[in-house]
């Protein structure tokens, strides 16, 4: 498994629109989208087209694929064959570290192995709080506001320390934990970044679990992938099941997704931060 975890600006826009006036929605979609127009859903064309200009002329960056769904209907789907510029920049790189999921490992890709699943990168993080919302739902973690450490007990926890005992599946879901994470205004080209690092490692959750907690928990947002790999590790805990097991059966299969890719970390948990592709119709499923 040698696809990295970060492909920006490489990108699809999926959008699902409600805004009025609109017609009757089909309901649930089956195997695919219907298929309507813009002007019978209620849409300016010329808005449209004035985005489609946009992007054909580079405004946004390399962007794959634009969808746009209305009242559950295609109304747009225009894609951008970007395979010749992906050749160029996978010639560019230099394999600098031997691990697969170090931002400098040449074998990147948005598509996976030439079929239509895309990278989500952290778009990854949306459906692993969808899946980890399905497990309250059904009782498997009795709320979001019971404490969050005692599922790394096993880790070397301190449990004692206050910040720690305070911290709830709440904070961690908000990114509040106050784990100290990146700098201000640091980059992911920094090769100090903890999220370089973590994906550097062979041991993720260890790494996520070492670092200290420097801000009272559920006072401050700070954008933290880490988190999102001890979501995912809760949703096992809790469950009995891997992410992708659980999120296939509860919540991919239950709406129509049928294919899927998730990238695995060294530890054999997947990538609940940045491993998950889909396809752009089914990423639309779980945004209507």
Known sequence: MKLLGRVAPLAMY????ACAPQSEGPGWPGETWPVSTAEAEGVDPAAIDSLIADIDAGRYGLIDQFLLIRNGRVIADRRWDHSARYAELLAAQEDTADHQYNYDHPSWHPYYRDTDLHSLQSVTKSVTSVAFGIAVDEGHISGVEVPAWPYFEGYGVDLADPRRAATSLEDFLTMRSGIDWALP????????HPT???????AWIDYVVARPVGTEPGTRFDYNDGVSVLLGKIVREATGQRLDAWAEERLFRP???????????PDGEVDSEGGLYLSTHDLARIGY
């Open 14 to 17: 999926t959008v699902v629109a």
């Open 185 to 192: 205004g640091q980059t992911y080209d920094d090769g100090t």
């Open 196 to 202: 370089v690092v973590l994906e550097a490692s062979d």
């Open 255 to 265: 709406i129509g997704i049928d294919e899927y890719y998730w990238k695995l970390a």
